[in-house]
């Protein structure tokens, strides 16, 4: 189900999906000022960033959901891919 949720998707907006399957961001301008206040929204998320990483134990192949949240701060926007994939070609990184 999620693998035919992202193939539509990128027959949508391509560049849309590939941020939002990462964990990223996607701004869209059309016009100077749109570009100018984007870049510093995203300038004022730098400072505020921080690198989760995980390894599973026992990965098998296919996709596998995740989430990542704050229990103790409440409000807090919280922005991560909402997933990874696991091949059969061999252990993961």
Do not use: C
Request: net charge positive; hydrophobic share 35%.
């Amino acid at each position: 189900m999620a693998a035919i949720a992202m193939r539509n998707a990128l027959r949508q907006n391509v560049p849309e999906t590939v941020a939002k399957v990462s964990g990223g961001e996607y701004f869209k301008f059309s016009d100077e000022k749109g570009l100018q206040r984007d870049l510093q929204r995203l300038s004022n998320h730098i400072s505020n960033r921080y690198m989760l990483s995980f390894h599973p134990q026992s990965p098998h192949v296919g996709f596998h959901t995740i989430g990542v949240s704050l229990k103790e701060y409440k409000g807090v926007k919280v922005q991560a891919r909402n997933g990874y994939w696991v091949d059969g070609d061999g252990p993961t990184p």
